[in-house]
C-alpha cells in the first residue's frame, strides 16, 4: 500500500475515532501513533511519543498556556471580569449583541499583544463567557464569537503565524506584518457585522439592555479601573521593551494577583483554585498541541503534501484557478491538521509553485494565514473550538460548531475581498516599507 | 536503502546546499536514498535532536551542540573566543580533537559525518556602534549558553536568554540592544530589517554544527553503501559545510553593507585587542572548567 | 477493593496536581523577578532554564486530575444519537487508549533517560545553571505512570459498574 493511501486511511480513521467521542488528543496520538508505526517503525512512533512530549513541554513560548489562563482565572475569581463587562454593559449594552461585540475587540485588543490564537482564545474566553451568560446571551453565539475572534492573535502582529510563513519562505517578517493589519481589522469588523445579523434576525442571542446615564456609564468605567490598567500596564510594557509578549503572561497574571490581593478580593484558597484550574486546562490544551505533531510527523511520512504539489505542477489553469485549489487545500486540511503543522508541512512544497506563478509572496502570506483561521474552527478538528471547550466544558461542541458557522462564513467573504482586492494586504507594507 | 534524515530549519536553509546535497549526491550511486524532513516534521525542536537519532526516529540528523552544551563540554572548547588559530579551519580543530579518540565519550551511539563550526560571532546592534568594550556598558545582550554568557558579562552588558524566535521582536521593542551571533543568523531570522548597527572581527566565538547518522543503522547497511558514507564522512563533509556556512556569512554581509540605513564597521586588529584582553581570560577559564587544555591542544594541531 | 484503589488514585492525582500548581507559581514568580530585575540590569540568572524545565511539571502535573474531571475534549457532536452501549464503548475505548498512550510515553521516556544517562553516560542539563532534563523527565514518566493507573482503574470500573467515575465537568 502507498503511504498516500495509509495517510487518507488514517485521517478516516481519525473522523471515526472523533465521531465515537474518544478524547480529541488521545485519537490524534491514536492515529498518528499507528500512521508512524507502519510508516517508520514502532520504536520510532514510541520514541517521538517520549521525545516531543518532552520537547514541546519544555518549550519556553508554550508558558503563555499556563500563565494567561491563570490570569483569566484570577480575573474571574476575583470579579474583575465582571466589572469588565459591566463596564462594556453599560456603555454598548443597550444595542443589541453589544457585548459580543465588545468581545471582539477585546480579542483584536489581545492580538495586539499575542501571537498565538490559542493564548487569545483561552484568555479571552476565561473572562468573557461566563459574563456573556450572566447577561442572558445564548451560548451559541458566546462561544462562537471567542473561538472566531481568538483567530484574529495570528492575523493581527504581532503573529506566530506570519514569522513561521516569513522563516519558510524568506519574506520579511516586518512587511508581513504591516500586510495583516488591515485585513486584521476588517475581520473584526466583519465579525462585528455577523454579531448584527445574528441578533437582528434572532434578539433573543444577545438581548438588549437598558439605556444607562453618563453618570452610571462613568461609575461602571471606574469599577473596571484595576482590570483596565492591567491591560494597559501589559501592552505598554511589550511595546516599550520592559518585557517579551511571552513574559507579559507572567506580568498579567502578577498584576491581577497583585490588585485582587489589595482590593481585597483574592485570598489563597480563592488563589490555589484558580492556579489549580489552570494546571487543568494546560493539560488539557498541552495534550492537543503535542498529539497535533504526532499527525503532523504521520502526514509527513505519507507524502500526501507532495503528492498535492505534484498534482498542482501539473495542472494547466489559470493563477487565479491554482491560488483556489491551493486554498481548498488548506481548507479541507484545517479540518485535520492544527495550524502551523500544516504551514510546515505544505509551504516547502506549495512555495515555488506561488513564486513560479508570480503570485505576490506576501499577499499569499495573508491568504494563507486568513484560510488557517478558517481552519482553525471548522470542524472536526477545529483547534480554537477545542481551545475554548476546555475553558466551557458545559456547552457542547455541537452548539459551538453551530455557533461559529456564521463567523466561518464572514471569513470566507474576507478571504474573497482580499482575493479581489490584493492592496487590501499589500497598501500597508507597499507604502510603509519600500 | 532509504534513510531518514531530520532536522528543524527550513529547507531553504544552508544546510540544504552546503551538507545535505553533498551528501546525496556523494552516496546516490551506491544505492542510498536519503531523505530529509525539514521543519520539524519528525519531531519538535531542537531540544531532543540526539536524543532522536539515538533512538531511531531519525537515521541522520542536524543538531547544535550549543542547544545542549552539557553533552558536548569538549567539542564546544572548538568555539570559544581565541581558540581557533588564525588560519586554520573549524572543521580541521574538530576532527583533530574527534580522530584523537578525544571526543568520543560526546557522541555515543552515533557515526559523525560532519562536525565544524559556524563563521565567526558578530555584533547585532540595535542603535548602537560597537567600537570599544566600553560601548557595551549595561547594554542588553541575547545569549544562547554560558559561556556566551561570560563573555558578555566580562564585556560590561547585561545576557539576557530567550528563544531564537523572539530575538526580531526584543531588538524591535527595545527589550534587548544586540544580539551576538554568527551573520549568516541575520539572514535566517530577518534581523536585518530591526538591526542597523553590526561589527564585525570581534574575537566573540563561533557556533559549532553537528551531522550524526545512528551507529547501528549505519552498521546495518550494505558495504557499498558504507563505502559511500565513508568516502564523504568526515573532513570532506565538514569542509562543504563550512564553506557553505562562510559563503552563506558573506552574502549577507554584502546585502546588509548595500543599505543605506546600516552601518557595518570591521574593528582594527588594535580595536580588537581590546576585546581580547577580556574575553579571553574567559577562554581560559572555561578550557580549565572542562579539563580541556589537551583537546585544544590537539585541535589547534599542537 | 475497588472502592480502595479508587481512594489510593485519587490521593495520587491530588500529589501531582499539587506538584503542577506549585510548579505553576513559581513559573509566574520566577518569570517576574527576571522581568524586573532585568529592568534593573541584573535579570534572574537562569530563568529561563527554569521556566522550560518547570513547564514540564506544569503540563504532566495536571493530565491525571485533567481526565478524573473529564476534562479532556470530545467531539460529542453525535452523541445524541448514539445508543447506550455506543457510548459506553466510547467511553471504555477512550479509558484504554488514554492509558496506553500514558504507558508509552512514562515506557519511552524511562527509555530515554536509561539509555542517555546509563547506557551512555550522558548527563543532558540546561545551558545556564545545569537543571538536569532527567530528574523533569522522570516526573514526566512518574506522573504519566499515575495518570494511565487511574485510566485503567476508570476501565476496570466501566466493566465492573457501568458507570465511568468521571465527574461531571466534561459532560455536556
Ligand atoms: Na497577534
Ligand atoms: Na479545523
Given at each position: 500500500?502507498s503511504g498516500e493511501?495509509?495517510g ?160 519558510l519562505t ?129 502526514l509527513a511520512?505519507s507524502h500526501i503534501p507532495q503528492w498535492l504539489g505534484t498534482y498542482l505542477e501539473g495542472l494547466a489553469i489559470p493563477v487565479i484557478g491554482v491560488l483556489a485549489i491551493m486554498l481548498a487545500i488548506y481548507?479541507i486540511l ?8 500544516m504551514m510546515?508541512l505544505s509551504m516547502p512544497i506549495f512555495f515555488p509553485v506561488v513564486q513560479q506563478l508570480g503570485i505576490d509572496p506576501?499577499?499569499f502570506?495573508?491568504l494563507v ?66 | ?10 529547507p531553504a ?23 530529509v524532513?525539514p ?264 | ?172
Open positions: 500500500m493511501m495509509i487518507l486511511i488514517g485521517l478516516i480513521s481519525l473522523f471515526v475515532l472523533l465521531g465515537l467521542r474518544i478524547p480529541v488528543a488521545f485519537a490524534m496520538f491514536a492515529v498518528g501513533f499507528v500512521g508512524v508505526s507502519i510508516l517508520n517503525s514502532p520504536q520510532a512512533a514510541l520514541s517521538q511519543l517520549a521525545s516531543d512530549s518532552f520537547s514541546l513541554a519544555a518549550k519556553v513560548e508554550l508558558v503563555v498556556v499556563p500563565l494567561f489562563i491563570l490570569m483569566g482565572n484570577v480575573a474571574t475569581e476575583t470579579g474583575m471580569s465582571r466589572k469588565l463587562y459591566d463596564a462594556a454593559y453599560a456603555w454598548i449594552g443597550s444595542i443589541r449583541g453589544g457585548l459580543a461585540s465588545a468581545t471582539v475587540v477585546a480579542c483584536g485588543g489581545f492580538a495586539a499583544l499575542s501571537g498565538s490564537s490559542v493564548a487569545s482564545a483561552l484568555t479571552i474566553g476565561r473572562v468573557s463567557l461566563s459574563e456573556m451568560k450572566r447577561f442572558e446571551y445564548d451560548d451559541r453565539l458566546s462561544t462562537g464569537v471567542v473561538a472566531a475572534g481568538g483567530t484574529l492573535g495570528i492575523l493581527i502582529p504581532p503573529s506566530t503565524g506570519f514569522v513561521i510563513y516569513a522563516l524568506q519574506e520579511s517578517i516586518g512587511r508581513l506584518f504591516l500586510a495583516g493589519v488591515l485585513p486584521g481589522l476588517l475581520l473584526l469588523s466583519m465579525f462585528i457585522l455577523t454579531i448584527l445579523v445574528i441578533t437582528w434576525f434572532k434578539p433573543a442571542m444577545g438581548p438588549k439592555g437598558p439605556s444607562t446615564t453618563f453618570t452610571e456609564k462613568m461609575r461602571s468605567t471606574g469599577g473596571a479601573a484595576p482590570i483596565l490598567l492591567v491591560i494597559v500596564l501589559t501592552i505598554g510594557g511589550i511595546y516599550t521593551g520592559i518585557f517579551s509578549p511571552v513574559e507579559a503572561s507572567a506580568v498579567g497574571a502578577g498584576l491581577v494577583i497583585l490588585f485582587g490581593t489589595l482590593m481585597g478580593n483574592l485570598n489563597f484558597a480563592k488563589f490555589w483554585k484558580a492556579a489549580q484550574d489552570s494546571v487543568v486546562t494546560t493539560a488539557t490544551v498541552m495534550l492537543i498541541l503535542i498529539s497535533a505533531y504526532m499527525i503532523k510527523t504521520f511520512l481548507l484545517g479540518c485535520f491538521l492544527e495550524g502551523f503543522a510546515v506576501i499577499w502570506g495573508v494565514v486568513l484560510t488557517l483561521e478558517m481552519g482553525l474552527i471548522s470542524p472536526p478538528v477545529g483547534l480554537n473550538v477545542f481551545i475554548v471547550k476546555s475553558v466551557a466544558p458545559d456547552v457542547s461542541l455541537a452548539k459551538m460548531f453551530r455557533g461559529v458557522a456564521p463567523f466561518w462564513f464572514a471569513m470566507l467573504v474576507t478571504l474573497i475581498l482580499l482575493v479581489a482586492f490584493p492592496q487590501i494586504a499589500l497598501i500597508l507594507p507597499n507604502t510603509m516599507i519600500q | 536503502e532509504t534513510v531518514k534524515f531530520a532536522h528543524w530549519v527550513p536553509h544552508t544546510l540544504t546546499k552546503s551538507t545535505i546535497e553533498p551528501l546525496q549526491a556523494a552516496t546516490a550511486d551506491s544505492g542510498l536514498q536519503i531523505d524532513y521543519g520539524g516534521e519528525l519531531g519538535a525542536g531542537p531540544l531532543e535532536q540526539y536524543v532522536r537519532v539515538v533512538q531511531g526516529v531519525a537515521d541522520i540528523v542536524w543538531g547544535l551542540q550549543g542547544y545542549t552544551s552539557s553533552q558536548f563540554p569538549l567539542t564546544m572548547v572548538s568555539e570559544l573566543p581565541g581558540a581557533k588559530p588564525e588560519g586554520m579551519t573549524g572543521y580541521d580543530m574538530i576532527w583533530n580533537a574527534y580522530e584523537a579518540g578525544q571526543l568520543d565519550g560526546e557522541f555515543p551511539g552515533t557515526k559523525p559525518l560532519a562536525l565544524w563550526l559556524s563563521e565567526p560571532n558578530v555584533f547585532i546592534m540595535k542603535d548602537v556602534d560597537v567600537r570599544t568594550p566600553a560601548d557595551l556598558e549595561g547594554l542588553k545582550i541575547r545569549v544562547s549558553g554560558s559561556a556566551a554568557a561570560a563573555a558578555v558579562e566580562s564585556l560590561g552588558a547585561t545576557p539576557v536568554q530567550m528563544p531564537a524566535g523572539e530575538i526580531y521582536n526584543s531588538l524591535q521593542t527595545g527589550l534587548i540592544d544586540g544580539v551576538i551571533t554568527g551573520a549568516s543568523a541575520i539572514g535566517d531570522f530577518k534581523l536585518d530589517e530591526v538591526a542597523n548597527s553590526y561589527t564585525l572581527n570581534a574575537p566573540l566565538g563561533h557556533i559549532s554544527f553537528y551531522v550524526v547518522m545512528n551507529q547501528s543503522k549505519y552498521d546495518s547497511l550494505p558495504d557499498a553503501e558504507k563505502a559511500a558514507i565513508d568516502a564523504i564522512a568526515g573532513r570532506e563533509l565538514s569542509k562543504s559545510a563550512e564553506e557553505g556556512w562562510y559563503a552563506r556569512a558573506e552574502s549577507v554581509i554584502e546585502q546588509i553593507s548595500s543599505m543605506d540605513d546600516n552601518t557595518v564597521y570591521t574593528l582594527t586588529d588594535e580595536e580588537r585587542a581590546a576585546f581580547e584582553e577580556l574575553t579571553y581570560p574567559i577562554r581560559d577559564e572555561v578550557v580549565a572548567n572542562v579539563g580541556g587544555e589537551d583537546v585544544l591542544k590537539t585541535m589547534q594541531g599542537m | 477493593m475497588l472502592a480502595r484503589l479508587n481512594n489510593w488514585a485519587d490521593r495520587l492525582i491530588r500529589l501531582t496536581a499539587l506538584i503542577g500548581t506549585v510548579g505553576l507559581v513559581v513559573e509566574v514568580t520566577v518569570i517576574l523577578v527576571d522581568v524586573i530585575g532585568r529592568f534593573f540590569g541584573a535579570p534572574l540568572t537562569g530563568a529561563q532554564d527554569i521556566t522550560a524545565m518547570g513547564m514540564t511539571l506544569i503540563v504532566f502535573g495536571g493530565m491525571a486530575l485533567c481526565d478524573k474531571i473529564g476534562g479532556h475534549v470530545n467531539v460529542d457532536l453525535f452523541e445524541g444519537t448514539m445508543p447506550r452501549w455506543m457510548i459506553w464503548a466510547g467511553d471504555f475505548a477512550s479509558a484504554i487508549i488514554g492509558a496506553v498512550i500514558f504507558a508509552g510515553i512514562a515506557w519511552t521516556t524511562w527509555q530515554s533517560i536509561y539509555l542517555m544517562r546509563f547506557q551512555m553516560n550522558i548527563v543532558q542539563t540546561t545551558n545556564i545553571i545545569d537543571l538536569q532534563f532527567d530528574w523533569f523527565k522522570g516526573a514526566i514518566v512518574v506522573m504519566s505512570i499515575v495518570t494511565a493507573l487511574a485510566m485503567t482503574l476508570r476501565a476496570v470500573q466501566l466493566i465492573v459498574t457501568g458507570d465511568n467515575g468521571q465527574e461531571s465537568k466534561g459532560r455536556a
